[in-house]
């Protein structure tokens, strides 16, 4: 099993910044992809970014050049910078992470609102 404990989020003004930090606990040594999802109201859960356990990224078009993932050399945490946020950015964002195993866990989710 794998706890995923988010933070950060909030508030902010369009072109604005955020940054979200993800804290894995458990059996951390079986994970192997950590990342991001966001979920607007009214759509659908969607891929933000994901970082392998190498420095391989997987990073959303529509926020490419925006969001930046990064995860600690422990890979325990995940972090996700974002940069000139856009209104169309407001949603829940999730944490995510696989176990080796292929078995996948969430975080409880944080708000992210951008105000135009």
């Known amino acids: 099993q794998v706890r995923l404990v988010e933070s950060g989020g909030g508030l902010v003004q369009a072109g604005g910044s955020l940054g979200l930090s993800c804290a894995a606990s458990?059996?951390?040594?079986?994970?192997?992809?950590m990342g991001w999802y966001r979920q607007a109201p009214g759509k659908q859960r969607e891929l933000v970014a994901t970082a392998g356990t190498g420095s391989s990224t997987n990073v959303a078009d529509s926020v490419k050049g925006r969001f930046t993932i990064s995860r600690d050399n422990a890979k325990t945490m995940v972090y996700l910078q974002m940069n000139s946020l856009k209104p169309e950015d407001t949603a829940i964002y999730y944490c995510?992470?696989?176990?080796?195993?292929?078995?996948?866990?969430w975080g409880q989710g944080t708000q992210v609102t951008v105000s135009s």
């Open positions: 995510y992470c696989r176990s080796i195993s292929g078995l996948g866990y």
């Open positions: 458990g059996s951390i040594s079986r994970i192997s992809v």
